[in-house]
């Protein structure tokens, strides 16, 4: 599984951003997906995984919940992070994963993870 994060960008606080992730392979359905993201000096933070299949079940790291949503088209092999009120600190690079593992998204340890796309936050 090859993964190509897109759509970040430079923004201000409070502004909004989508972040897309296409995956290659006909089986995308069967992987978990996720987010996570490192920022320069920091260590690396899980951000949101969504459960395969039908992506019936998601998590959030607590410092962006009720803010990101995770969501999946499984008809064509993306996963989105849609994030709003966004704030300096997640300003990052933002990291797209793929795991038949759920808990392997989760602890950041994916099969498969994409080159990033950076994210900055102005205040």
């Known amino acids: 599984v090859q993964l190509q994060a897109s759509g970040g960008g430079l923004v201000q606080a409070g502004d909004s951003l989508r972040l897309s992730c296409v995956a290659s392979g006909s089986s995308f359905f069967t992987y978990a997906m996720g987010w996570f993201r490192q920022a320069p000096g920091k260590e690396r933070e899980f951000v949101a995984s969504?459960?395969?299949?039908?992506?019936?079940?998601?998590l959030y790291a607590d410092s962006v919940k009720g803010r990101f949503t995770i969501s999946r088209d499984n008809a064509k092999n993306m996963v989105y992070l849609q994030m709003v009120s966004l704030v300096p600190e997640d300003a990052a690079v933002y990291y797209c994963?793929?795991?038949?593992?759920?808990?392997?998204?989760?602890?950041?340890?994916?099969?498969?993870r994409g080159r990033g796309t950076q994210v900055t936050v102005s205040s």
């Open positions: 969504i459960s395969r299949y039908t992506g019936g079940s998601t």
């Open positions: 994963a793929a795991d038949q593992v759920l808990h392997n998204i989760i602890e950041m340890t994916p099969t498969y």
